[in-house]
């Protein structure tokens, strides 16, 4: 049997924006696996992360140094965002960016350091967000490293169970063709899965991330699909 660990949520006491999502330890510093090696689920609302939320909730896997959820929260300031990433340095500067721009003031936009995957197995409840967002993730090139991908079955059931009915959107872009064709071959196979635009859509609302800026400028080549989750 696989074991499950407790993860605890906490805010951040220094920057308001930012959430540790992290294992629970003991003294040892090692995490403390659940007696019956069940989930560690959390009484958890977005209200929680984003006090005046209008219910207008999106995801952002991966979002790096904050550049596409600092402009895409700026654009719409009637929508919430929550950004994520497992690094502590980037989840940072992505707060610092939104606290610059005067996005941490505005309160609707927050970023998730931890493992996104078990934060929406265990803490997000079902048919609460809007659409999710993933661009130019880590392609973990080495295929010893291919397990540590995100899109797998098991991370689409959790996209599908937390998108509210109605137009479930996921974007995805990328700049590694071979973990493209992977992911497009993952979401072909999953059962509600429909591809409507494949590797041709444009930025989201006209907005490039950091690495995107960087790549195109190298001249590689771009691939962007749009994924809708039927019910």
Same mark, same amino acid.
């Given at each position: 049997?696989?074991?499950? /660990?407790? +993860? =605890?949520?906490?805010? #951040?006491?220094?920057?308001? !924006?930012?959430?540790? @999502?992290?294992?629970?330890?003991?003294?040892?510093?090692?995490?403390?696996?659940?007696?019956?090696?069940?989930?560690?689920?959390?009484?958890?609302?977005?209200?929680?992360?984003?006090?005046?939320?209008?219910?207008?909730?999106?995801?952002?896997?991966?979002?790096?140094?904050?550049?596409?959820?600092?402009?895409?929260?700026?654009?719409?300031?009637?929508?919430?965002?929550?950004?994520?990433?497992?690094?502590?340095?980037?989840?940072?500067?992505?707060?610092?960016?939104?606290?610059?721009?005067?996005?941490?003031?505005?309160?609707?936009?927050?970023?998730?350091?931890?493992?996104?995957?078990? /934060?929406? +197995? =265990?803490?997000?409840? #079902?048919?609460?967000?809007? !659409?999710?967002?993933? @661009?130019?993730?880590?392609?973990?090139?080495?295929?010893?490293?291919?397990?540590?991908?995100?899109?797998?079955?098991?991370?689409?059931?959790?996209?599908?169970?937390?998108?509210?009915?109605?137009?479930?959107?996921?974007?995805?872009?990328?700049?590694?063709?071979?973990?493209?064709?992977?992911?497009?071959?993952?979401?072909?196979?999953?059962?509600?899965?429909?591809?409507?635009?494949?590797?041709?859509?444009?930025?989201?609302?006209?907005?490039?991330?950091?690495?995107?800026?960087?790549?195109?400028?190298?001249?590689?080549?771009?691939?962007?699909?749009?994924?809708?989750?039927?019910?």
């Amino acid at each position: 049997m696989i074991p499950e /660990f407790y +993860r =605890d949520l906490s805010q #951040d006491p220094q920057m308001k !924006a930012l959430w540790h @999502y992290v294992f629970r330890t003991n003294g040892d510093r090692k995490p403390i696996k659940t007696p019956d090696g069940k989930p560690h689920k959390l009484d958890f609302t977005w209200k929680d992360m984003f006090p005046n939320e209008n219910g207008h909730i999106e995801v952002e896997i991966g979002s790096g140094k904050g550049n596409f959820m600092t402009d895409y929260a700026e654009k719409h300031p009637d929508y919430f965002i929550m950004g994520s990433e497992w690094d502590f340095t980037w989840a940072a500067f992505a707060h610092e960016r939104m606290e610059k721009r005067g996005i941490v003031a505005q309160g609707n936009a927050a970023m998730l350091r931890g493992d996104v995957f078990y /934060f929406l +197995r =265990d803490a997000v409840k #079902d048919n609460t967000v809007d !659409a999710f967002h993933m @661009y130019f993730p880590d392609p973990w090139p080495k295929e010893r490293h291919h397990k540590n991908r995100l899109l797998r079955p098991d991370f689409l059931d959790e996209v599908a169970r937390c998108l509210k009915p109605g137009k479930r959107i996921f974007y995805w872009g990328t700049d590694h063709k071979e973990y493209n064709e992977i992911a497009l071959e993952t979401f072909d196979a999953y059962p509600t899965c429909k591809v409507l635009v494949r590797n041709t859509a444009e930025p989201t609302e006209g907005i490039t991330t950091g690495f995107e800026r960087k790549y195109r400028k190298e001249g590689r080549p771009i691939y962007r699909s749009i994924i809708e989750f039927e019910k």
